[in-house]
């Protein structure tokens, strides 16, 4: 019998566009100093002008597929977590499945900005646990540089983009041991994008289409909420903080990620850190650091993970999985 959805494959990518800390010195009011030290960001990862969400989705997609030994004929359910979509509709899952050359099976996008990741895993999972699914492409994809506005400092040194993907399969062995999904909206104005499609104006037209942070604040929610939700989960699964080996959090701050390993004891060798390397991107985050992760070799099979965000919304989340 099969009770669990466990990942047997991650992928990721980078856009080739890399805009170092230095780079940004030249057109705002910064300094490498003062981003690494206030956000521990050395260098983001921009799209080219004809580079869509749905193109960083599909490099990431076909590694995780390739880790997994899996072609498009086995993949029953897409789920792409993304906040910059390449079009208003068809979603980019369904765009995605068709670059595939994936057909008939359920595909659709979840928006839960940098928590979209963590959202879409436990979907996912409920999907294969429910008998819906057995071998789900769970992608987390954005280019958020498209909604930032590069001639504001508080914000241009903070977001990337790119994607990162895993696909999740039924199994008898142990995989995710429970997801924990949360949202309170009551804080849209901290952090949002002010434009949309039935708000006017219309779609992204000038600054209305560009994020809005109140950075202190959401900063301050951030370690909180982190810091519930660690506990939340350790107790939902009746486990030690000595029992996580390894934390994978949602990279937007290094400080925010500190804060949250302090939370759980762990010495910063057992969280791993990719933000240095794409700053916040938002719903690729997560996957990315965990396919980072993978390849590298520290993650082993068998080793329990803590997957943790928070974003927009608010939303925030985790997953609790052995690997
Ligand atoms: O993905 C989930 C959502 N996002 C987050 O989790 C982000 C949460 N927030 C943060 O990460 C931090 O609040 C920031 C990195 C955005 C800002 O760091 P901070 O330590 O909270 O700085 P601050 O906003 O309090 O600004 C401190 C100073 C200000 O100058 P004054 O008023 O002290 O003279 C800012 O104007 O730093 C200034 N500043 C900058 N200086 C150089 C703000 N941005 C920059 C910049 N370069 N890029």
Not at 71 to 90: E, G, N, Q, R, S
Not at 107 to 130: H, M, N, P, S
Not at 262 to 273: C, N, Q, T
């Amino acid at each position: 019998m099969n009770c669990f959805a466990r990942i047997t494959g991650t992928g990721s990518y980078l856009p080739a566009k890399a805009v170092t800390n230095h780079d940004l010195e030249n057109t705002v009011d910064t300094s490498d100093q003062w981003i690494r030290e206030r956000t521990g960001i050395a260098v983001r990862h921009i799209a080219s002008d004809d580079e869509t969400t749905c193109d960083l989705a599909e490099q990431a997609a076909r590694r995780a597929m390739e880790a997994a030994g899996k072609t498009a004929a086995d993949i029953d359910l897409i789920i792409v977590a993304t906040t910059t979509p390449d079009k208003i509709f068809p979603s980019t899952a369904c765009l995605l499945q068709a670059r595939l050359d994936v057909h008939g099976c359920a595909a659709f996008d979840i928006q839960a900005v940098c928590t979209g990741f963590v959202y879409a895993l436990g979907v996912a999972d409920k999907f294969i646990r429910g008998g819906g699914a057995k071998c789900a492409l769970v992608v987390g994809a954005e280019t958020l540089s498209r909604i930032v506005d590069w001639t504001y400092r508080t914000t241009c040194v903070l977001f990337g983009d790119g994607a990162g993907a895993a696909i999740l399969e039924a199994s008898d062995e142990p995989g995710i041991l429970s997801s924990h999904l949360h949202a309170d909206g009551e804080y849209e104005k901290l952090l949002h994008v002010p434009g949309g499609v039935s708000r006017k104006p219309g779609p992204l037209e000038g600054d209305p289409g560009f994020i809005q942070m109140k950075g202190n604040e959401v900063f301050r929610m951030a370690v909180n909420t982190l810091g519930r939700i660690v506990d939340e989960t350790l107790e939902a699964n009746g486990l030690e903080k000595s029992d996580i080996d390894w934390l994978v959090p949602h990279q937007a701050n290094i400080r925010i990620i500190s804060a949250t390993a302090k939370k759980l004891a762990m010495p910063m060798e057992r969280v791993v850190v990719t933000v240095d390397q794409h700053g916040n991107t938002s719903a690729a985050s997560v996957p990315l650091a965990l396919d980072t992760a993978v390849r590298d070799g520290r993650i082993q099979r068998g080793e329990t993970l803590l997957l943790e965000a928070f974003g927009g919304g608010f939303t925030w989340g985790s997953v609790l999985l052995k690997f």
